[in-house]
């Protein structure tokens, strides 16, 4: 569905939709900017809500702890955290404590009335539990038990919808609500990409995946070749083949995006001036629907694939 939230254009010409930003937990990424453009943004109309990883708290949470974080890779060769029990908890509090209070609070600090959301309350983000993945070790595949994740399926738009229509902007945290049964469920840690990619599909909405580099280059090593616009078959194509490591799992977030019903995503540098602006003004790499898509084809596809391991 789309439209939720959004705001007139200026010209009365028709509507813009909402703007879900996916903010970075890495140590690299400041949200600083992000936080001042939200400010911005939700004073001149436009309704925005903010999905935020947190690696880096997690990480130090884990290390004052004294537990060692563990990391598999998938056949698709994609790299996840893997939550065992004991993970899972010290997750949870960082991530729907300590971060997204924090970035609440900043929220709050720069007038935005923001409201603090793990994807478990209301069953925000909602899908089955995956407590056995498929990983890749010593270039053999295994079967690793004992794990605590999942990918969303459900997003209950209708939650983000009255709160957007009531003047407040969601602050949505991993982890999500892991249905193990037809009536129950626990929380479980989901790759906060690929939530940002649900409530963006859900809500019909522009995505900035904000990260600490410019965007997806051509050439990894090479800063000058910035792919700037996608918005063909053949062009998604080079993209695919472009992404390399933690990038990855950012354009497979796009797709996701795109294919249930997001009107665009671009992946830009959140340390830059103004980076959400900068990004709603074609700064990154903007993937546009037309790639992903066959417009005529009619429907949206599958609201979200789901994949191995999720970080």
């Known amino acids: 569905m789309t439209g939720f939230g959004s705001a007139p254009l200026a010209d009365g010409s028709g509507e813009v939709p909402p703007v879900v930003v996916k ?81 609440v609070t900043a929220m709050k600090n720069a007038g935005v009335d923001a409201v603090g959301l793990s994807g478990v309350d209301g069953g925000l983000l909602t899908g089955p539990r995956k407590s056995a993945v498929r990983v890749v070790e010593d270039g053999k595949k295994k079967i690793k038990r004992g794990d605590h994740s999942g990918t969303p399926k459900r997003v209950n738009d209708g939650l983000l919808d009255t709160l957007l229509a009531d003047g407040y902007t969601p602050v949505v945290s991993p982890p999500m609500f892991g249905m193990e049964s037809e009536s129950e469920g626990t929380p479980v840690n989901t790759d906060a990409d690929r939530a940002a ?8 909405a522009e995505l900035v995946i904000l990260t600490d580099v410019a965007g997806v ?42 294919e249930s019903g997001a009107a665009a995503v671009t992946v830009a540098d959140a340390n830059v001036r103004d980076p ?26 599958d609201a979200v694939a789901e994949t191995e391991v999720d970080g």
């Open 23 to 103: 903010l970075g937990g890495a140590r690299a990424v400041d949200p600083a900017g992000a936080v001042g453009d939200v400010a911005h943004l939700v004073a001149n109309g436009r309704s925005v809500v903010v999905v935020h990883g947190g690696s880096t708290a997690v990480d130090d949470l884990l290390d004052r702890l004294g537990i060692e974080s563990e990391y598999v890779e998938t056949p698709s060769g994609v790299t996840g955290r893997f939550t065992d029990a004991e993970t899972m908890e010290a997750f949870t509090m960082a991530m729907a404590g300590q971060v997204n209070t924090d970035l």
């Open 197 to 204: 990619a649900a409530v963006a599909g859900g809500l019909g």
């Open 217 to 258: 280059y051509a050439d990894p090593d090479d800063p000058d070749t910035l792919i700037e616009s996608v918005a063909t078959e053949a062009a998604y194509d080079a993209l695919t083949d472009a992404a390399e490591g933690f990038m990855t799992r950012k354009v497979m977030a796009a797709t996701e995006a795109l």
């Open 276 to 301: 959400i602006l900068a990004a709603l003004d074609e700064a990154g790499t903007r993937i546009e629907r037309s790639a992903v898509v066959d417009e005529n084809a009619g429907g949206d596809g």
